[in-house]
């Protein structure tokens, strides 16, 4: 600390600094040692709906866009936290913790391909063999071969950052397609900004079982821009 003691911080000893280091920034202290919880690694399925690859990819007039939107905003309130996904233009993507055959056995898949069709699809041994290889790299290739720098990261267009609310999809989902079609429409909702939905594996770590891991505003909300 900033008077030279050296602490253990966790939930029984220091919780509040120790709540604070899970995402207060820094200055608190120096972090000398860190104790993390793994877990097994779990396959990952990465799926591209592609329905448009022309300038029409973000238009709202394309029928695909408003079904691409369509498709999470009705799923959003009984979201299964294995999917997850991200914004695209001319697709929907979305990636599954699991297998595959777990994976096309889930109501949302049969309802993303009776919409699009069959999806492409690429396996990962784990989330880490996914990031490591973001860059297009085979994924057949040891994790150590990918380059994390090809990851995408924020850029200087980035516009912004704010939290939409699964209440507001489920209360009002006509108004909130067409909130997110005329952002991609405008530029606001690009690949290169960063924006994600969070509905994900994050969200089933409940306030109950461990309520400083995730941000209570991140817990209400299914979408990031």
């Known amino acids: 600390l900033a008077d030279g003691q050296l602490v253990q911080a966790n939930k029984c000893s220091q919780p509040a600094l120790f709540k604070t280091l899970r995402g207060g920034g820094g200055g608190f202290g120096v972090v000398t040692a860190v104790h993390?919880?793994?877990?097994?690694?779990?396959?990952?399925?990465?799926?591209?709906?592609t329905f448009c690859c022309d300038a029409h990819s973000n238009d709202p007039s394309n029928p695909n866009v408003s079904k691409?939107?369509?498709?999470?905003?009705?799923?959003?309130?009984?979201?299964?936290?294995?999917?997850?996904?991200?914004?695209?233009?001319?697709?929907?993507?979305y990636t599954f913790l699991?297998?595959?055959?777990?994976?096309?056995?889930?109501?949302?898949?049969q309802d993303a391909t009776a919409t699009f069709g069959p999806p492409g699809h690429t396996s990962w041994r784990s989330v880490l063999h996914w990031k490591l290889n973001a860059g297009g790299t085979n994924p057949a290739k040891d994790d150590t071969s990918g380059n994390p720098s090809s990851m995408r990261k924020l850029d200087a267009h980035y516009q912004g950052n704010w939290l939409i609310p699964v209440d507001y999809l489920a209360t009002k989902p006509e108004e909130a397609r067409d909130l997110f079609m005329n952002m991609s429409m405008s530029g606001a909702l690009c690949p290169l900004h960063g924006e994600y939905l969070l509905l994900g594996k994050q969200n089933q770590i409940t306030e109950a079982t461990d309520s400083t891991s995730v941000n209570p505003a991140t817990r209400r909300a299914a979408f990031q821009v």
């Open 36 to 49: 993390y919880k793994l877990y097994p690694p779990t396959p990952l399925q990465y799926y591209n709906w």
């Open 98 to 109: 699991g297998t595959d055959a777990e994976a096309q056995a889930t109501p949302f898949y």
């Open 68 to 93: 691409r939107w369509d498709l999470f905003i009705r799923w959003a309130p009984r979201w299964d936290h294995r999917w997850s996904t991200k914004h695209i233009s001319g697709a929907a993507i």
